[in-house]
């Protein structure tokens, strides 16, 4: 079962625009993270952010945090076309270390 | 820089036959995970390892699905009989837990079940 949904389901922009992603969960988590997933492939974990931090930033992505309304957005800032992947939020709720997914953000960078 | 690796890339298999898939995870790692991810969805838990010990399983179909991590390292899914429903992407992971349970994925099985 997933933990949460991610808002929207499918993204398209042009390079260099900002992308927005956001990621709503249920429960009380330990940690978030944001994942890509290039078609047909594994999953890169990109950043990761605690439940005691607000904003997180590396390179040209951004994450905030709101545990007070359970949700997370990931800001992809200057997309390019090598971006276009899909994009996952996922939840560790305790020190176990089990990931629960969202459905995804499937995003899409037009030259 | 590490990876986890598995095999095989891809498998088409019969339904009703028997299909196992490996994973080798990052050394040192002593978490394995294996998640199955139906297309257009996000990936789900099936077993979590933590050494040879399973420590989750709740989400794995024990009358056809079962896992092994004999030694702590690398770990065996297998599925027999298949189903058709069982066409997905299979993934494995690793982490480390002092980082914070970041997960390292392989590039994953696809099955294909006709």
């Known amino acids: 079962s997933q933990q949460g949904e991610e808002d929207p389901q499918a993204l398209s922009i042009q390079e260099g625009e900002n992308a927005t992603m956001n990621c709503s969960y249920k429960?009380?988590?330990?940690?978030l993270q944001w994942y890509r997933q290039n078609s047909g492939r594994g999953l890169v974990h990109l950043i990761l952010i605690r439940s005691n931090e607000r904003e997180k930033h590396s390179g040209r992505l951004r994450v905030t945090l709101d545990t007070s309304k359970k949700s997370s957005s990931l800001l992809i800032t200057a997309s390019r076309a090598a971006d276009t992947a899909s994009y996952f939020c996922?939840?560790?709720?305790?020190?176990?270390?089990?990931?629960?997914f969202g459905q995804g953000t499937e995003l899409s960078v037009k030259p | 820089e590490a990876e986890v690796a598995q095999s095989p890339r891809y498998k088409i298999t019969e339904k009703s036959q028997a299909v196992a898939f490996w994973c080798d995870p990052i050394?040192?790692?002593?978490?394995l995970y294996w998640y199955r991810q139906i297309l257009g969805q996000g990936p789900e838990l099936l077993v979590q390892?933590?050494?040879?010990?399973?420590?989750?399983d709740s989400q794995l179909p024990k009358d056809r699905f079962s896992a092994e991590r004999l030694k702590g390292v690398d770990s065996t899914l297998k599925i027999q009989p298949a189903e058709l429903g069982d066409s997905a992407m299979y993934l494995c992971?690793?982490?480390?837990?002092?980082?914070?349970?970041?997960?390292?994925f392989g590039p994953g099985t696809r099955l294909t079940v006709t």
């Open positions: 996922a939840t560790v709720r305790n020190q176990g270390g089990k990931l629960i």
């Open positions: 390892f933590q050494d040879e010990s399973v420590v989750d």
């Open positions: 050394s040192g790692h002593a978490t």
């Open positions: 429960t009380s988590i330990n940690n």
């Open positions: 992971a690793s982490s480390d837990r002092d980082r914070d349970w970041e997960q390292y």
